[in-house]
């Protein structure tokens, strides 16, 4: 179902003021231009027609930005169907890596160095607790997937990791790890690990200066470790909501009007009541664009036994050593969009008559197109 109100509605509002925006540097502009123009006549379409009926639909294109609330339906799902036929028949835990709001200031001027610093120092630790004989003594896996906000559009940049409950041996043998419970490994010596990691890592991209080494290291950082998923298709489920999120869906915003934007949100500190907020336009604007990312910069990143250059060969041996064959591939049923579709006949009877050019609404499109079936 569409939504009613949109971010692009926002951006539209005030887009002379946003255009001025102290805050909002050039790449972030030009990805909060892509979100304005996102389905209009700014960036071109098609006219189609009906060959039985005779009805006429406009389509215009889309932006196709990772930022954008509207265009990331297809991309999830690509991506899913993608990842169903790597899923291991192991039991999955979900660890969370958090920066400190220290480094806020620092992520907003340099996110790239921060954010390559956060992969690196999460995929070490896990690593080297991996490693250790005493929790694993194999060579892990993770999926990390950034996100850089909370349920309100502050900053809050953080990993969502998916890892495996256990590894490959030097012998490439597949070992389970440890745990009990809820805990791959001990969060608490996993966070104090993670700090010295990440300050080291932040340092060979960076000269941060003395004062805010120190105030990292006087912070108590969090690792946050969920109960495992019950089953690997979970973990698909799990993956199809975080994925390809942007800072906020055009779901949940609730009114605009020429000052304020009111949205939804849940407080997960009273039990993810559902809570409502309202911000002044611009600061709504401002805090979305803080989560515009870096051109280039990715945000999913596969590493060790799930990494590109090994999953070819670490899946299908791990199936072989737990003796259990790789599934078939199951149909994805999806709700996808049918060009051909006509609403009117409830028939693939749609062709394109006409394209139209980006830049500009279409002017007397109707007037100059003779139509024949």
């Known amino acids: 179902m569409k939504a009613r109100f949109e971010v692009a509605h926002v951006l539209k509002q005030h887009w002379a003021e946003v255009e001025k925006h102290p805050h909002i540097n050039s790449w972030q502009l030009r990805t909060l231009s892509a979100l304005k123009r996102c389905r209009t006549a700014d960036l071109g379409g098609h006219v189609d027609a009906c060959t039985d009926c005779g009805s006429i639909r406009i389509s215009y294109n889309s932006c196709r930005?990772?930022?954008?609330?509207?265009?990331?339906?297809?991309?999830?799902?690509?991506?899913?169907?993608?990842?169903?036929a790597e899923l291991l028949p192991v039991p999955y835990f979900h660890v969370v890596f958090t920066l400190p709001d220290t480094l806020n200031q620092l992520a907003l001027h340099q996110p790239k160095a921060v954010y390559d610093s956060l992969f690196e120092a999460s995929w070490q630790t896990v690593a080297c607790f991996a490693k250790d004989p005493k929790h694993l003594g194999a060579k892990p896996g993770m999926i990390a997937i950034l996100h850089t906000w909370g349920q309100t559009i502050s900053f809050h940049p953080h990993l969502h990791c998916i890892v495996p409950g256990g590894g490959l041996t030097k012998y490439q043998k597949w070992k389970t790890a440890k745990s009990k419970g809820k805990y791959l490994f001990p969060v608490m010596?996993?966070?104090k690990v993670f700090r010295a990691k990440y300050v080291k890592a932040l340092k060979s991209r960076i000269n941060p200066d003395k004062e805010l080494i120190n105030a990292l290291f006087q912070k108590e950082w969090v690792v946050y470790a969920k109960r495992p998923f019950g089953h690997p298709k979970a973990v698909l489920e799990y993956l199809g909501r975080y994925t390809h999120k942007v800072a906020i869906s055009n779901h949940r915003i609730l009114d605009i009007d020429q000052k304020r934007t009111s949205f939804s949100y849940k407080d997960y500190r009273q039990g993810a009541q559902k809570l409502e907020m309202t911000l002044d336009n611009l600061e709504f604007i401002r805090r979305f664009s803080m989560h515009i990312l870096p051109k280039g910069l990715v945000r999913i990143r596969h590493f060790g036994i799930l990494a590109s250059s090994s999953k070819l060969i670490t899946i299908p041996l791990i199936h072989q050593e737990l003796g259990i064959p790789i599934p078939e591939k199951e149909p994805r049923i999806l709700e996808t969009y049918k060009p051909r579709y006509c609403s009117c006949c409830q028939k693939e009877t749609m062709v394109s008559i006409q394209r139209l050019p980006k830049r500009g609404p279409p002017k007397a499109v109707f007037s100059t197109v003779t139509i024949q079936f």
Do not use: L, V
């Open 189 to 191: 010596a996993m966070s």
């Open 65 to 84: 930005n990772r930022h954008c609330p509207k265009c990331q339906g297809k991309n999830r799902e690509d991506w899913i169907a993608k990842r169903e």
